[in-house]
């Protein structure tokens, strides 16, 4: 980021990139009644948290590439749940409807790190209240797709984001654990920091994102000062 100018705003993606959603999830499925063989064990369970992200993810660049209309995004978290427990095997009889509801509404109280921030992220007005206010990380703004009438990464929704903050897209930052975001937002034109977690974009190699972006950021060591830390750091916040 050498000779870029100093931003006057950050923006962040929300769950994948400052919260720990997969620890978050798996307090809720490590106690759930199991008799599956496919869902007995602790291994198995961090497996399906891991593939329920993944399989929302898939469905939200469908949608988005198929002009399909936004969706709550309990609505494309339960849908995906419902068929990864069909796949494996698990009825209705294992987890019933309660339950899964219970699940869905396991991703709006999660646990994240201190940072000052913008969010820009995909989902609903409800869903980043519910995360701003179980994680406790103080963001300035919340500003979701269902708020601007786009989805991430159609290049419109960062445009409007930035245009209600009221800076030139070379005057802010895209901080993103998701390398489908951050070259959106690279591609109007916004400065980009890509922080690695260990639970996103596990089929990426890092060697090639790390040269992608104008900073990467390791947050898989699990050191305090890393991660976002490292992040605030940079830009001596």
Not at 90 to 110: I, T
Request: proline content about 4%.
């Amino acid at each position: 980021m050498d000779g870029a100018p100093r931003p006057k705003a950050l923006l962040f993606d929300l769950m994948g990139t400052c919260l720990d959603w997969h620890t978050s999830i798996l307090e809720h499925l490590l106690p759930a009644p199991s008799p599956s063989h496919l869902l007995s064990t602790p291994e198995s369970l961090f497996s399906l948290a891991t593939a329920w992200r993944a399989a929302f993810f898939k469905e939200i660049v469908r949608r988005f590439e198929a002009g399909e209309e936004l969706e709550d995004i309990d609505v494309t978290h339960r849908r995906t749940l419902d068929k990864l427990l069909e796949e494996r095997g698990a009825g209705m009889d294992v987890w019933g409807e309660n339950f899964r509801n219970e699940l869905v509404q396991a991703w709006h109280k999660q646990s994240g790190e201190f940072v000052r921030s913008v969010v820009l992220a995909n989902g609903t007005v409800k869903l980043q209240l519910d995360l701003a206010k179980s994680s406790g990380v103080p963001f300035h703004t919340l500003l979701s797709s269902q708020l601007l009438g786009h989805t991430k990464p159609d290049p419109k929704m960062y445009l409007k984001a930035l245009d209600l903050i009221g800076v030139k897209p070379e005057e802010a930052v895209m901080v993103a654990a998701h390398a489908y975001d951050v070259r959106a937002a690279a591609s109007v034109g916004m400065q980009t920091v890509y922080v690695h977690r260990a639970t996103e974009d596990t089929d990426l190699d890092m060697h090639l994102v790390r040269d992608e972006f104008d900073l990467f950021i390791d947050g898989t060591s699990g050191e305090k000062d890393g991660g976002l830390v490292e992040l605030a750091r940079h830009y001596k916040a």
